[in-house]
């Protein structure tokens, strides 16, 4: 197969040249490549090729199927062009041991679709997990998402094991007794919308208890869903003195601040909340200076009925898997905020990376590509499963057109 005449991203810029992909790999790159006899030939004039997403932090409801069925979620996740998923642990039961990770891992995907797992740190008794049997089933990374770890000794074990097993520890860096206090951050919305507040610091504070910690022992501490400034600032004090941090943050923080909350809609209940508006332009400031590099979804489905109660008891989560790269175009990079280049390197090869996965254009790579047409303005449509996206009949400029899977065509809008 040849990809003709497109705009493809390489190592963060972009490049016009032709792509050729043999048995699931990219075999060459070059200008004016001519196809062999019956070689299938598509026009990618006038389109985008950058890396296949991969999200480093999905919701997949094995055992909560009435949420979303994973099969659904794997489906919205290649519209949404992406070949890869990190699971979160909140599954049910949850992925604490190798039994329950081993069977995440054998989840059915098309070919070329990857599923990473995170497994958990602390068990349901309140102990740390087996971390050393989660690692050598096959997980990549460790987490308690949804809750911070509490335990301060626990964290620290779970970093040490982490450092030694090489998994990320993604931290939902969230003091749970300050967070138990309300449901959105203390502002300016609390006070307007009369919903319980609790403070900012709540991430701060965690943040700083997790940068220590790592300090003391070297592991790669993943702050994932950042939501304030002073959180930002926070974890930019650790890195100047020397810790390991990096940072993911989700579309929803990118896009909403608080104010969204005078609409009482629970489709945009999401934890951690949003903050103000200088928080939302310090994270979107962040993504373009590179202080943050990733971006996760935080995909998290949910049924209407849970989803139709008051909001205060309403579950919190987004599922925008499918709709991710349409609306972030949309709202940073028509608006001149974030360029393309960085966006799309925020949600592909940087994830990848962090999740220890062989991404990106070039020879002998697995062929997982997105291709996207810009200047072509509709409506963001509904694609099955959990009906929690709030883009939904949103306009977006850009589409993903086609996405292909080692080397397959696993999607292509429209059919
Ligand atoms: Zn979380």
């Given at each position: 197969m040849i990809l003709k005449n497109g705009t493809v991203l390489m190592n963060g810029a972009f490049e016009r040249f032709d792509i050729r992909i043999e048995n699931g790999v990219i075999s060459k790159g070059g200008h004016d490549l001519s196809p062999d006899e019956g070689e299938t030939v598509i026009d990618c004039q006038d389109k985008i090729i950058s890396p296949t997403f991969v999200d480093m932090h999905t919701h997949v409801r094995l055992g909560q199927e009435y949420k979303e069925d994973p099969q659904v979620t794997i489906r919205k996740a290649i519209k949404g062009g992406y070949c890869a998923l990190n699971v979160m642990p909140n599954t049910k039961p949850a992925l604490d041991c190798a039994p329950m990770v081993e069977r995440m891992l054998k989840t059915e995907a098309p070919e070329g679709f990857h599923i990473f797992v995170t497994g958990a740190i602390t068990n349901e008794n309140g102990t740390l997990a087996e971390t050393e049997d989660i690692a050598s089933a096959g997980a990549v990374a460790i987490s308690d998402d949804g809750h911070w770890t509490e335990n301060s000794f626990l964290f620290y074990q779970a970093l040490k094991y982490a450092k030694k097993h090489d998994l990320l520890v993604m931290d939902h860096a969230q003091d749970m007794n300050l967070f138990k206090s309300g449901k959105i951050y203390e502002g300016k919305a609390s006070f307007e919308t009369g919903l319980k507040g609790f403070p900012k610091a709540a991430e701060a504070s965690a943040i700083y208890r997790d940068g220590t910690l790592n300090a003391q022992v070297g592991s790669r501490l993943h702050i994932t869903h950042l939501s304030t400034l002073m959180g930002l600032e926070t974890a930019n004090a650790l890195k100047q003195i020397g810790v390991h941090v990096t940072m993911d943050v989700t579309p929803h923080h990118l896009i909403f601040d608080e104010s969204a909350y005078l609409s009482y809609d629970t489709n945009i209940k999401a934890n951690p909340p949003f903050g103000d508006e200088r928080d939302r332009k310090a994270l979107v400031h962040a993504l373009r200076s590179g202080e943050i590099t990733n971006i996760a979804t935080d995909h998290a489905p949910h049924s209407e009925p849970e989803k139709d109660q008051e909001w205060e008891d309403a579950p919190y989560g987004i599922a925008s898997i499918d709709s991710a790269f349409e609306v972030l175009y949309q709202e940073l990079v028509t608006t001149s905020l974030v360029p393309l280049e960085t966006l799309l390197t925020a949600m592909s090869t940087n994830p990848a990376y962090l999740l220890g996965m062989r991404h990106g254009i070039g020879i002998g790579n697995e062929a997982n590509l997105t291709i996207i047409k810009l200047n072509e303005p509709h409506a963001i449509s509904y694609e099955g499963g959990a009906k929690n996206n709030p883009y939904v009949g949103k306009e977006s400029?850009?589409?993903?057109t086609m996405v292909i899977l080692k080397g397959n065509v696993a999607y292509e809008y429209g059919k």
């Open positions: 400029s850009a589409v993903v």
